[in-house]
């Protein structure tokens, strides 16, 4: 019989273990579990991260996308890209970190990655080839090295070749998260590619120019500019090299939604920085997760006291909450960067810690 609701509780843990173990299968049977018996698993002091950090080299992967290229037609595969998997996620279909994937996409001479949509949002940032294109929501868009292109949530796109070299891409999505909220639909078009009608909505001219036209709204989810390009955004960079620079980031600029002034995709941000030759950054760790491109110069990072030297075309993975600092080699060194501080900040769960004490220190600028 229960006991009366104001008459003193028994304390759970002055239970005997095996009334306890035998109340613990009593629930089960009903589909409950007593919180106390798992609160250290949900309440944990700080987060717990089953991703690890993990560097893939360019050296490595180069000669698999190659191989890759031989074995299925972009049209075969849908999409031929191979995925960089979190070595602590390995458990699931296609996670690089618990939130965000990343993998190497290429689309060679003549083929065509034929036209779907899907919920979850992603963007590529252009390893290698000169003038292919990738089309989303009707914008034809050619693409150099270090473009950054943009697919917004359930946006149709198509990508094709028809150039004389392949195009290689960093995928950047955020499938873990959506499959996590199962939000995850997906849909082929009827047509290999889906038509080219050049939403001029999107131009630059309109939302980039440091002017609008009045009453010009934009109610899609995502930035309006869906192609960053490389000149701009290195020109940019270069134009505020000699800024006061982050201690912990060199200089690090934001790839921007113009229409809000925030990430370029709602759940995912994207970022471009400089480090100065010798530069080292002071360590700091925030609640959420990145991964890394690198664009320029060579270097390293030392990620909870291990240390990964990165060289152009490597990436790597930089799990949430983990200390984390940068240091360029003899030249400068520029990072790409997509993690999900965007969903962090949204949610109100980003947090930073910033270590300043001396034996991380030693930025020379
Ligand atoms: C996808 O649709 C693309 O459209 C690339 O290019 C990578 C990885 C997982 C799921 C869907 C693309 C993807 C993907």
Known sequence: MREPIDQPQPDPVALLPDREADFA???????????????????????????VPHLWRWRDVAPLVNEAGDLVTAEEADRRALMLINPGLAHLPASTTATLFAGIQSVLPGEIAPAHRHTPSALRFVIAGEGAYTGVAGNEMRVSPGDLV????????DHGNDTSEPVVWLDCLDTPLVLMLNAVFYQRHEQVRHPVTTDAQMSWERWASGMRPVGQTHDAYGSPILSYPWA????????LRDE????YDGVILEYLNPADGGSVLPTSSAYLQLLRPGQRTWAHRHVSSAIYHVAEGRGSTTIDGQTYD????DSFVVPGWSWHQHNAGSGEAVLF?????????????????????????????
């Open 25 to 51: 299968a009593r629930l089960q049977d009903q589909s409950m579990r007593a919180l106390w018996h798992v609160l250290a698993d949900v309440m944990t002091e700080n987060p717990v991260q089953p991703a």
């Open 150 to 157: 943009l697919t917004p949530n359930w946006s149709w796109h």
């Open 232 to 239: 701009k955004a290195r020109a940019t960079l270069h134009a």
């Open 244 to 247: 006061p620079v982050s201690p």
């Open 310 to 313: 990165w060289a152009e075309g």
């Open 337 to 365: 960067s997509y993690t999900d501080a965007a969903t962090m900040r949204k949610l109100g769960l980003e947090r930073t810690e910033e270590r300043t004490d001396e034996r991380t220190t030693g930025d020379s600028r």
